[in-house]
């Protein structure tokens, strides 16, 4: 299983777009053309936003995005680590704590103490048991995680 950088996958823009928009931005104003548009100006490594890709060989794992702003309600902070999908064929293997451990490298290299991540209730066991800590319950539909930026 390989984490990188979507820079030097890029090929995997489309596949990240197609999972992400279909699992959160179906019902918004934003198409999917509109979406991978957005995932294609992310393979840019070191900087906020930026993506992540995890496969084995050809075959696509799992992505996660570090992005500057998840919650407008909260705008001072950030970076979040966002849109974080496991193809359900490698679920239960590590690879969203790799895609997330990237994230965080990331952010520490840019001079983030920490990052952010939005949580349903259901969801949010997960994230404390592997080192996030709840900063805010209740946000909309959402708790707000924090972690610290390395790793």
């Known amino acids: 299983m390989e ?7 890029p090929e995997f ?14 019902d918004s104003d934003v198409s999917l ?23 084995e060989g050809e075959t696509f794992a799992g992505s996660a995005l570090l992005i ?8 001072l902070l950030t ?10 064929r490698f679920r239960r293997r590590g690879v969203a704590f790799r895609l997330i451990a990237a994230a965080r490298h990331t952010a ?6 920490s990052c952010y991540l939005n949580a349903t209730d259901m969801n949010s066991p997960y994230y404390e ?3 996030f800590r709840r900063v805010e319950s209740g946000v909309g539909d959402v708790n707000i995680l924090s972690i610290a930026a390395a790793h």
């Open 68 to 75: 500057e702003d998840d919650l407008p309600v909260r705008p």
């Open 3 to 9: 984490v990188c950088h979507l820079e030097e996958k």
């Open 13 to 26: 823009a489309s596949v990240i777009a197609d999972r992400c928009w279909h699992a959160w931005w179906t």
């Open 108 to 113: 520490s290299e840019l001079g983030y103490a």
């Open 79 to 88: 970076p979040w680590i966002a849109a974080l999908w496991v193809d359900p």
């Open 33 to 55: 053309a509109q979406y991978q548009a957005a995932i294609e100006r992310m393979a840019v490594k070191n900087r906020v936003p930026s993506a992540f890709v995890a496969c």
């Open 129 to 131: 048991a592997r080192g």
